[in-house]
Each structure stands twice: as structure tokens, then as C-alpha cells.
């Protein structure tokens, strides 16, 4: 199993341009979601999805776009970056109804300029 | 609305000192879990334990052992003889067991920075 992979590592965008973060996981989990952690800040929440063609917005979800189209993969959208999006990102998942450990990707830094 | 505090951002030990990481949260709910995570300098996020509200005897793993109180929302971690290989930035986590998918969300605390100095 490679677990939950994320790519790319490493990303710098100018203020505009559009990109897609890449997740994905091979153990058939449910539920997968997408966080972002700043300096100080712990890790926040963007979106989440339970399931194929089923995503929701966390905590702090303007300026992205979801979907889900299969049950292994859940790209992340900036559809017009900005420097306040300068961020690690880290994409998890899980099984529903387990209530398990929710198993991280090794997360994209994303610099913004 | 739930959340999870961690008053100390910064802890700087010697080797082989014990060390023990606070974690403070608050929920409404009943049934709940809590996590703690470890991010060392490569920059992933390693699990290190999960407890569910109504367990609350107190787990050793090694030299980590985790201290769960209700009864003042506390859920801290002891690292005992630390190693400079603990350096790292330890979070710990609740998530809520009502309200559907949105309560698998996992609310962070902001991390306690580590350093084990040789």
C-alpha cells in the first residue's frame, strides 16, 4: 500500500494563476479531506468528502474547489491563488465509522508570490 | 464548539529529561476522541495515539504515556528520558462523534514545539 500520496511536493504560483492539488489513496477509504497548517496555527480544515460525489466545506473553504469522482482520489482547486494562500497542505483519510487514525499524506508546500 | 488548546508553544529539555506536553480541550459532546499527532522536521504528520471519551485508563507505549482526564478536559503526553530523535512539534486533536461526516473533522491544537538538546 502506498498509503495517502500527494503531489506535487512543492509548488510556487504567482497571485492568479490556477493549479490542482493532487490526493490520493489506496485503501479504500471513505472519507478523505483536505487541511492546511500555518505558522502558529495549528491545521484548519478546508474541505472533506464522505464518499464519491459527496464533498463539504470545513472551516476554511473560500478560494477552493473540490470534487470527487472515485472513492481513491481528491484533488484540491486554486482557482485564483493569492499570498494568503501560502501554505502547507495536507490531504487525509479515513474509514467512516471507525473513528480510527486519520492517515496523512506527506502535504504540499505551496508558496504564493 | 469544540477546541483544543495548547498553552505551551515552545519546551526546550536535555536529554533524558522527562517532558510532558499539556493538551486542554473543550466539546459539547459526550462521546468524543483524541489524538495526539507527531510532525518531526521532515514535515509528516506521524499518529501516536487515540482515546475515546469513555476510556479513560491511562496508556504506556515505551517511553510515551498519555494521561486522560474528564474531569478537567485534559489529555497530556509524557515523553520519559527524552532522545533528540523526540525533537518534533506534537499536536493533539479532538473530533466529535455526533453531526455526520462534518465530525470526523479533526480540530488541532497549535502544536508544541520540542527540542531535546544532547
Known amino acids: 500500500n502506498a498509503g495517502v500520496t500527494q503531489t506535487p511536493k512543492f509548488q510556487v504560483l504567482k497571485t492568479g494563476q490556477s493549479m490542482t492539488l493532487q490526493c490520493a489513496q489506496d485503501?479504500?477509504?471513505?472519507?478523505m479531506s483536505w487541511y492546511r497548517q500555518d505558522p502558529g496555527m495549528g491545521l484548519r480544515l478546508i474541505h472533506y468528502s464522505v464518499g464519491a460525489g459527496i464533498t463539504d466545506q470545513g472551516e476554511v473553504p473560500n478560494g477552493y474547489n473540490v470534487s470527487r469522482s472515485t472513492t481513491e482520489d481528491f484533488p484540491l482547486r486554486l482557482l485564483s491563488a493569492a499570498p494568503s494562500q501560502t501554505s502547507v497542505y495536507f490531504c487525509?483519510?479515513?474509514?467512516?465509522?471507525?473513528?480510527?487514525?486519520?492517515?496523512f499524506g506527506p502535504g504540499t508546500r505551496l508558496t504564493v508570490t | 464548539a469544540q477546541k483544543v488548546t495548547q498553552a505551551q508553544t515552545e519546551i526546550s529539555v536535555v536529554e533524558k529529561e522527562d517532558v510532558t506536553l499539556d493538551c486542554v480541550y473543550e466539546?459539547?459532546?459526550?462521546?468524543?476522541?483524541l489524538f495526539w499527532y507527531k510532525q518531526p522536521p521532515s514535515g509528516e504528520l506521524v499518529f501516536l495515539i487515540r482515546r475515546n471519551s469513555f476510556d479513560e485508563q491511562n496508556e504506556i507505549s515505551g517511553r510515551y504515556s498519555w494521561n486522560f482526564q474528564k474531569s478537567t478536559s485534559s489529555f497530556n503526553f509524557t515523553i520519559t528520558a527524552s532522545q533528540v530523535v523526540d525533537s518534533a512539534v506534537y499536536f493533539c486533536?479532538?473530533?466529535?462523534?455526533?453531526?455526520?461526516?462534518?465530525?470526523?473533522?479533526?480540530?488541532f491544537g497549535k502544536g508544541t514545539l520540542l527540542t531535546v538538546n544532547p
Open positions: 466539546t459539547r459532546d459526550t462521546t468524543y476522541y
Open positions: 486533536a479532538l473530533s466529535e462523534a455526533t453531526g455526520g461526516g462534518s465530525n470526523y473533522k479533526l480540530t
Open positions: 487525509a483519510s479515513s474509514y467512516l465509522g471507525r473513528r480510527d487514525e486519520q492517515y
Open positions: 485503501m479504500n477509504h471513505e472519507y
